[in-house]
Each structure stands twice: as structure tokens, then as C-alpha cells.
């Protein structure tokens, strides 16, 4: 995708951050700062943004992984997957879906209990009982949310809730 035909990204309704809807939308990037491949973080006010340039266009989301909110815009980006550089956590930028839990396990947004991950050859991890297991247990890795994108004279604009 070039600079000329850079375009906003799709992503499903559901998954568009609240408070967006009617928003106006706020000029966050040059497009040119903003080559094929790459994340930029752009902080407004409260909000930290992340912007990314994937094969299926331009995506702006939290800059927060959607599990225990590391920015997601100093880990690596392939193709249209996120991965987070605290837990491994890797994520769909088109979709908003969990492709790899992160390595502590947890809930996934349907609710489903993942264990604890260890890499292949190594010994399973385990929690010694206490608080810090049970929090693990009950860490819910949601789905990604949407800002709306559009480029307009060479400008990524972002509708950002008020606040």
C-alpha cells in the first residue's frame, strides 16, 4: 500500500471505542510519517493512540495491549498482528481477536480459561497458590476497540471521545 492510496482500515462495528460515534474527528499524524508496516504512538490528552499502517490500511486503537495495558506501540507489528512486548500477547489489528494468549494465561473475551504458557521443550510454569494465581485466573484478555480513521489532504484524522 503506498502513501497515495494509504486508506482507513476495517474493522467490525461492535468492536468501535465508545464515545466515537459522534465524535469529530481530530488531525493525530501526517500520513507520511506513517510508512507501510509501521506504529506510531500519538497521546491526546488521556488517551494514548495507536496508529498503524498494515496491509489492510490504517488502524488506530488504544495504545494498550488489551490485557494488562503495555503500549503496544514498542512491541512488533507483521502484516496485521500486534504483539505485545510484556506478556507475547499477540493480536489481530484487523479483527480485534486474541491470535496468541499472552504468557500468563487467563480468561479470553468468550470467557475461556487459558493456562499458563511455556514454551516447547521448556518445564510447564506454575503459580504457587495466593492472590497473584487468582488474579492470573481471573485476567479477562479483551478484544481490541477502534477509533474511526479517515485520511484527509495527507492528514490520519481520528474521531476521539471527548473527555
Known amino acids: ?7 482507513p482500515a476495517a474493522y467490525p462495528a461492535s468492536l468501535q471505542a465508545v464515545g466515537t460515534a459522534h465524535a469529530r474527528f481530530e488531525a ?25 499502517n498494515t ?10 495491549c488489551p490485557h494488562m495495558s503495555a503500549p503496544l506501540s514498542i512491541g512488533e507489528l507483521d502484516g496485521c498482528v500486534v504483539a505485545c512486548p510484556l506478556h507475547e500477547g499477540r493480536f489481530d489489528l484487523s479483527t480485534g481477536e486474541t491470535v496468541q494468549m499472552p504468557t500468563t494465561g487467563g480468561l479470553d473475551s468468550e470467557g475461556t480459561y487459558h493456562p ?4 516447547a521443550g521448556r518445564e510447564p510454569k506454575t503459580d504457587p497458590p495466593g492472590k497473584k494465581a487468582e488474579a492470573r485466573r481471573l485476567t479477562r484478555v479483551r ?6 480513521v479517515r485520511i484527509e489532504n495527507g492528514r490520519i484524522e481520528v474521531a476521539l471521545p471527548a473527555g
Do not use: C, F, K, N
Not at 39 to 51: N, S, Y
Open 143 to 148: 478484544r481490541l476497540r477502534y477509533y474511526p
Open 116 to 119: 499458563t504458557w511455556s514454551p
Open 55 to 64: 496491509p489492510a490500511g490504517i488502524v488506530a486503537t488504544d495504545d494498550r
Open 28 to 52: 493525530l499524524l501526517d500520513l507520511s510519517e506513517l510508512p507501510p508496516g509501521s506504529m506510531r504512538r500519538v497521546t491526546r490528552g488521556e488517551t494514548d493512540v495507536l496508529l498503524a
Open 1 to 7: 500500500m503506498s502513501e497515495t492510496t494509504a486508506a
